[in-house]
């Protein structure tokens, strides 16, 4: 009130309520300011600095609040730039200024940059076609049109694409939406060339795998126990003579010769509930030809999907040539048990694979030992019984050495008898895998050489004889003769009579002799032949 400095500075005591402020005027104000009038004062500037205090606050929460949601933004646009960048698919934003007429490039993420190599600053502001001119061409710049329009999502069909400087090219495949908030086309797309490449190589393959099943009489089926459908392959609809991707199972069975069924279904239900595997042979008439097929199938079933999944084949041809081979192994084995020889068949592996019991014979090998298949047992045991065990046991050997020998000796055995033993390399398709050894027995026929042997010898020691005996025959048989000869040649009409009686005895005498030496020839003769008394 005295001080003018002061006059106008409120002076405000602090109370627990506006209702307990009690002061009287003249105390601090002018005169003509009454009670109320200063009470009412004090109390509006109370209120309005209350008032002020809650807006400071209010403005100090609202700017914590403003810079926590500023910051949070800037986090999110933090992670989804960086998302942008990063993701694995490339992303390009386009914006219209002309209400879609034009699209301008707005955005470009790393990966995009990667593909097409061009920096995103390159690109920002430039016009879609300036960039990739393809995009007119093909069409694509419609679709983003469209997208732009309508606010729907496409899904571009895979195309494919080359830049301008053939630097880069692929198949891309390209999915389109609409940023509504900034009003914006975005694109996300993929270099798919690999996947195409993956599909077409697919293809080929599932082409091939066709050709082959249809060319060696095989296919392929699956049975989803769901709702009992088979789908089957070309290979399998041929085999079945029905030419539809999918059937039951219950008409597949139908084309199953009828004693084949249960067994069939046998195996069926313990691959589903026993786990067991399915490895079946049966037969069945084709549909379309009536022709009885005999068929080999196995599969396996996959629990968590429920489906069975098998193969089958045509193995008729192979039936027919195991019936033909084991006739032919039948009339094998019947050949080996007729030979008079026996026989051993041993592998590169010392094991024995094939035998006839006449080898089992000759050699007096115990039961049991052949059936353990090993040859050295058998070698050991043959050698113990042959004079030389040493000279057999190396023979041996060197054959073993020496694949592709083909040998032939004479074994001598302890106890007299003699085998003639013959061995060749056994071969499948000139290849050698094994050795053939093939024994016969010749006891009778060396003792038969043996007295032959010694015959021979008496007829020629008794040819010797001989040729002596003619010899000395023949100066005997000469003399008489020659006197014979010689005395009637001397005989003539004009012979004395005196003279002609010696020569007649000379000749008579000579004549007898000669006939005693024929007696005693003959003699001889009757003699060795065992006709003489």
Request: hydrophobic fraction near 35%; charge should be negative; charged fraction near 30%.
């Amino acid at each position: 009130k005295k001080d003018k400095r002061l006059q106008h500075i409120p002076i405000i005591s602090l109370v627990d309520s506006l209702e307990d402020i009690v002061c009287q005027s003249d105390m601090i104000v002018s005169e003509n300011v009454s009670d109320l009038e200063f009470l009412y004062q004090i109390k509006t500037l109370i209120k309005m600095k209350l008032i002020d205090d809650e807006l400071k606050k209010e403005k100090i929460m609202l700017e914590l609040k403003v810079k926590d949601r500023t910051i949070e933004l800037e986090k999110k646009e933090e992670r989804f730039r960086n998302m942008f960048d990063n993701m694995k698919s490339a992303v390009a934003i386009y914006k219209t200024s002309d209400s879609g007429k034009t699209f301008f490039f707005n955005g470009w993420n790393k990966r995009a940059k990667e593909m097409e190599n061009i920096d995103v600053n390159d690109l920002l502001g430039k016009k879609l076609e300036e960039v990739f001119p393809f995009a007119i061409e093909s069409g694509f710049i419609d679709y983003i049109r469209k997208v732009w329009e309508t606010g729907e999502s496409i899904q571009v069909p895979d195309f494919y694409y080359t830049s301008e400087d053939e630097k880069t090219s692929g198949w891309r495949s390209n999915f389109l939406y609409k940023n509504f908030v900034t009003n914006e086309v975005v694109s996300i797309y993929d270099d798919i060339t690999k996947s195409k490449e993956a599909q077409e190589s697919v293809k080929v393959s599932e082409f091939r795998l066709n050709r082959a099943e249809l060319s060696s009489g095989s296919g392929n089926w699956e049975l989803h126990l769901g709702n009992g459908i088979i789908t089957a392959s070309e290979g399998a609809q041929k085999l079945y003579g029905i030419y539809q991707s999918t059937m039951t199972y219950e008409t597949i069975k139908k084309f199953v010769l009828t004693e084949y069924r249960p067994y069939m279904d046998e195996a069926m239900k313990n691959l589903i509930q026993n786990d067991k595997p399915y490895d079946v042979y049966f037969k069945i008439k084709n549909a379309e030809t009536n022709q009885i097929i005999d068929i080999h199938s196995n599969a396996f079933y996959d629990k968590e999907k429920k489906i069975i999944f098998g193969i089958i084949q045509d193995v008729s041809v192979r039936k027919k040539s195991e019936a033909e081979l084991d006739q032919t192994i039948s009339l094998l084995k019947a050949t080996l048990e007729s030979t008079a020889d026996g026989i051993l068949v041993v592998d590169n592996n010392a094991k024995v694979v094939q035998y006839n019991k006449k080898f089992i014979e000759m050699w007096n090998l115990p039961d049991g030992l052949i059936d353990e298949r090993d040859d050295n047992k058998v070698l050991s045991f043959g050698t113990e019984q042959l004079k030389d065990p040493m000279e057999f046991k190396n023979k041996v050997m060197e054959l073993y050495s020496n694949p592709e020998k083909t040998s032939f000796d004479v074994l001598e055995f302890a106890d007299g008898r003699f085998f003639e033993r013959y061995s060749i390399p056994q071969k499948i398709n000139d290849k050698t895998v094994g050795r053939v050894w093939s024994f016969r027995d010749i006891t009778e026929r060396k003792k038969a050489e043996d007295e032959l042997i010694i015959a021979k010898e008496k007829a020629e020691e008794s040819n010797i004889l001989k040729t002596e005996f003619l010899s000395s025959m023949t100066h005997e048989i000469r003399t008489p003769m020659n006197s014979i000869l010689g005395f009637s040649s001397q005989i003539n009409k004009d012979t004395p009579p005196n003279k002609l009686i010696d020569y007649v005895k000379i000749i008579r005498s000579s004549g007898e002799l000669l006939i005693n030496i024929i007696d005693d020839i003959l003699d001889l003769s009757k003699l060795q032949s065992g006709v003489f008394k």
